[in-house]
């Protein structure tokens, strides 16, 4: 009987699944390709949570192995300190980390991103920032996975697409 009842109060991942299901993020960045991955398109998402942390779901299409028929790879992907997409992703700056962390503890750092054939969905929480901290900023996609471990930034490759942060109006409905 016991075991019945903590099956049915609520956790975190109810909440969560709730949040993604009403579609409402508070945030969000558009990321498109550069020349070295112009087919690169994808939609990130940021939603406020009751546990003070930020829920993240991407969705990317066109990575760089969509043509090789069952391949899997690893991306980086990272917030970057400004949100200038300009000059092939040149002025997007380091890593957003506002404590000064080694990589990988960087509030910018995020998982990798498992691609099959060129197609990704993921989702995460995280409460090394909040929405507010992250509006203006870039999203960026790297051309191969974080190693975790390489400084500053993990070794992971140039940079293959990029999107800027935006607040998402009140009234929003469906991305």
């Excluded at 016991?2 to 991942?13: C, D, L, V």
């Excluded at 990321?31 to 009751?50: D, E, I, M, R």
């Excluded at 400004?82 to 404590?99: I, K, L, Q, V």
């Amino acid at each position: 009987m016991e075991a019945s009842m903590q099956t049915n109060q609520i956790t975190p991942r109810m909440a969560f699944t709730n949040l993604l299901a009403e579609n409402r993020p508070q945030a969000m960045a558009w990321v498109t390709g550069n020349s070295k991955a112009p087919q690169l398109s994808g939609l990130v998402k940021f939603y406020h949570t009751p546990y003070g942390g930020v829920l993240v779901e991407a969705e990317f299409f066109g990575l760089p192995n969509v043509d090789r028929e069952g391949s899997s790879d690893f991306y980086a992907m990272h917030i970057h300190q400004f949100g200038d997409c300009s000059d092939n992703f040149a002025n997007t700056g380091e890593h957003y980390n506002p404590t000064s962390m080694p990589h990988p503890d960087h509030a910018g750092d995020m998982p990798p991103v498992l691609a099959n054939q060129g197609y990704a969905w993921l989702s995460f929480y995280d409460k090394r920032f909040t929405v507010d901290d992250i509006l203006n900023r870039s999203v960026i996609i790297h051309s191969r996975a974080d190693d975790f471990t390489t400084q500053p930034s993990g070794n992971s490759g140039d940079k293959i697409g990029c999107g800027v942060i935006r607040p998402t109006s009140p009234d929003w409905e469906n991305a």
